[in-house]
């Protein structure tokens, strides 16, 4: 089946593609088609995630980082499309920790129904499947496939098939996997329905799936090996006269089918590819697991849940007989009562009051004390704080760190466009800069302008791609720096502010 599947949907029977502008309709279905790739592969996926696969499913076109969001934004309104924020993610890099990097991922319905499209799953309510001796299958399949192509070539186009299979098990079990994960980080894991859902799915996985998976990788992997020397093209063309197809252009699709199951099979089980990525992540998994119990915890010792009492107070007011009784219910839960006041004695019981000129003097004391006394203080009273003294403080720290990174960022003020070994033994202070700044730009980098860009106190950094494909490291104060070659630029902000008035 062709990686472009998305070019030939109906834009009349399909509601995300009912736009009329071709290129955006066109855009819309190669997200959706992207994201389905995405399910199997991680619980959610970011603008750069999205725009790599984008080139996977075929769609080569340049699009700006507007137009994207636009048209994640257009299927999260159609229901299609999830955003998400993931809070729990482990932070790696000196940005993480400061920024939270905004994901999507396709709806459980979404993800069906395009894969409906597609031809890979056929039911939206299917049952989770992760068969714990699933590679144990794939290993005899693909021994089978090696024995008949060199003993019995009829039974190749039957083998072949269940290659097919294979691969959507692996795609069901793995986005299972990877839903129940996303679950438990995103959605309210008080509801039982969620938790025990994706608490089931991961424990299977963990118990199962994992564990055989882990054990059975290296026999598939050796099978695989045999079945590349043996040659795909040559396998699948001998299995040609056992499949019965007899219409040319039929065997021609036929063939070229065949040949990316396979390849897709081995990619499956190659280094780093998406079941080792399973493996890695069932102890992830673990850590989700064991946070989504604390927050049910937590969430269930707390003394009171303002949503929870407006869900019971409304079913009390909605099982009431009358209006009046349903009344009385609104008001004993909001305290909406008719006052009562007491009532006044039939003689005055309080003396009788004198004026301020008619009483003796009675001297007070006041005395202004830089220590707290009360009744219920503990231990040596506590000085009174002036926060006065305090605010100054916290400006002077503030004021001392801008002009710290000031400073820095002035040192890496460049000549022009430099390569990164300009920037070859910088300390940790000024190297806790440039990286953070370094990964900004990266982060918001601009295809269409090509070139990203991340500002600072009194600085400002443009990165441009460099040789693509070159990778370069430079030795730093304190260890080194690995990255794809990049040409950057540290230029003063109160020199281009200069420059940009001088245009205008």
């Known amino acids: 089946m062709a990686e472009d599947w998305w070019r030939r949907l109906d834009p009349d029977l399909?509601?995300?593609?009912?736009?009329?502008?071709?290129?955006?309709?066109e855009l819309r279905a190669a997200v959706l088609g992207a994201l389905l790739l995405a399910s199997t592969r991680t619980p959610m996926s970011t603008l750069a995630d999205v725009r790599s696969?984008?080139?996977?499913?075929?769609?080569?076109?340049p699009v700006s980082n507007e137009d994207l969001d636009d048209a994640l934004k257009a299927l999260i309104d159609t229901?299609?499309?999830?955003?998400?924020?993931?809070?729990?993610?482990?932070v790696s890099s000196y940005t993480d920790a400061k920024r939270r990097r905004e994901a999507w991922a396709l709806t459980k319905r979404a993800?069906?129904?395009?894969?409906?499209?597609?031809?890979?799953?056929?039911?939206?309510?299917?049952?989770?499947?992760?068969?714990?001796?699933?590679?144990?299958?794939?290993?005899?399949t693909v021994r089978r496939i090696l024995d008949h192509f060199h003993q019995d070539a009829d039974l190749l186009a039957t083998?072949?098939?269940?290659?097919?299979?294979?691969?959507?098990?692996?795609?069901?079990?793995?986005?299972?996997?990877?839903?129940?994960?996303?679950?438990?980080?995103?959605?309210d894991v008080t509801d039982d329905a969620v938790f025990t859902s994706s608490r089931e799915r991961i424990l299977l996985a963990l118990r199962h799936f994992a564990y055989q998976t882990q054990r059975a990788l290296d026999r598939v992997r050796a099978a695989l090996a045999d079945l590349k020397d043996a040659g795909t093209s040559s396998i699948v063309e001998r299995a040609l006269p056992g499949a019965g197809i007899l219409d040319a252009r039929a065997?021609?699709?036929?063939?070229?089918?065949?040949?990316?199951?396979?390849?897709?099979?081995d990619a499956w089980f190659a280094p780093r590819g998406s079941i080792e990525r399973l493996i890695d992540a069932s102890a992830g998994a673990i850590h989700t697991l064991l946070g989504a119990i604390e927050r049910r915890f937590y969430a269930n010792a707390r003394g009171s849940d303002l949503g929870a009492d407006f869900r019971q107070l409304a079913r009390m007011i909605h099982a009431q007989p009358a209006e009046d009784e349903a009344y009385q219910v609104f008001a004993a839960g909001f305290g909406i009562w008719t006052a009562r006041h007491p009532r006044r004695p039939e003689y005055e019981d309080i003396a009788p009051g004198f004026s301020a000129a008619e009483g003796a003097l009675h001297p007070a004391e006041a005395v202004l004390r830089t220590t707290e006394r009360g009744a219920r203080s503990a231990g040596r009273p506590q000085k009174i704080p002036d926060l006065a003294e305090k605010r100054a403080q916290a400006e002077l720290v503030s004021k001392v760190e801008l002009e710290r990174r000031s400073a820095l960022a002035q040192d890496l003020i460049t000549p022009g466009r430099v390569p990164l070994t300009?920037?070859?033994?910088?300390?940790?202070?000024?190297?806790?800069?440039?990286?953070?700044?370094?990964?900004?730009?990266?982060?918001?980098?601009?295809?269409?302008?090509?070139?990203?860009?991340?500002?600072?106190?009194?600085?400002?950094?443009?990165?441009?791609?460099?040789?693509?494909g070159r990778m370069v490291t430079i030795e730093l104060e304190e260890g080194h720096l690995t990255s794809p070659d990049l040409r950057v630029e540290v230029i003063s902000l109160a020199a281009a502010t200069a420059g940009s008035t001088e245009v205008a």
């Not at 065997?251 to 099979?265: F, I």
């Open 14 to 25: 399909w509601e995300p593609l009912a736009e009329k502008a071709p290129a955006v309709r």
């Open 53 to 61: 696969l984008l080139a996977e499913v075929g769609y080569h076109d």
């Open 79 to 90: 229901g299609h499309v999830e955003p998400f924020e993931d809070y729990t993610a482990v």
């Open 111 to 140: 993800r069906i129904m395009v894969a409906a499209v597609r031809d890979v799953i056929d039911s939206l309510d299917r049952s989770l499947q992760l068969p714990p001796r699933l590679l144990d299958a794939v290993e005899a």
């Open 159 to 187: 083998d072949l098939a269940q290659v097919k299979a294979h691969l959507e098990q692996l795609q069901e079990a793995s986005g299972d996997f990877y839903g129940a994960v996303a679950s438990l980080v995103q959605h």
């Open 251 to 265: 065997q021609h699709s036929w063939l070229s089918e065949k040949r990316q199951q396979l390849d897709g099979l």
């Open 422 to 468: 300009h920037f070859a033994g910088l300390d940790a202070d000024h190297t806790a800069l440039f990286v953070t700044l370094l990964e900004e730009a990266l982060d918001a980098f601009d295809h269409t302008a090509g070139r990203g860009t991340a500002d600072t106190v009194g600085a400002r950094m443009h990165v441009w791609v460099g040789e693509f």
